[in-house]
């Protein structure tokens, strides 16, 4: 099981728990039972997750406007190659 870390809105005290990737319930501070937040760090499988969608959109982006200015162009070549499902 991955360990979170966790920082209270309220106080600040940061504190780590353990507990399920799947567990998305607010947890509450010790202290003063606060809300708080998870604080992204090296949770890899949360990195990946939040910066693995950002990249995916930018790079489907970057490639469909790639694929517009080469078929204007008219580069030969790219016309064969039809868009393959990502
Ligand atoms: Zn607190």
């Known amino acids: 099981m991955p360990t979170y870390d966790y ?10 728990l353990q507990h399920s990737i799947k ?9 003063c039972r606060g809300r708080a937040g998870r604080v992204p760090a090296r949770g890899a499988g949360l990195l990946f ?6 990249a995916t959109d930018y790079r489907s982006k ?5 694929a517009k200015q080469e078929k204007s162009g008219g ?8 868009p393959k499902g990502d």
Do not use: A, L, V
Request: charged share 40%.
């Open 62 to 66: 970057s490639y469909k406007e790639k």
């Open 23 to 31: 567990d998305e319930t607010p947890k509450r501070c010790p202290k």
């Open 49 to 54: 997750k939040g910066s693995g969608f950002h």
């Open 75 to 82: 580069s030969p070549g790219t016309e064969s190659k039809s």
């Open 7 to 16: 920082r209270c809105r309220k106080c600040g005290h940061r504190f780590e």
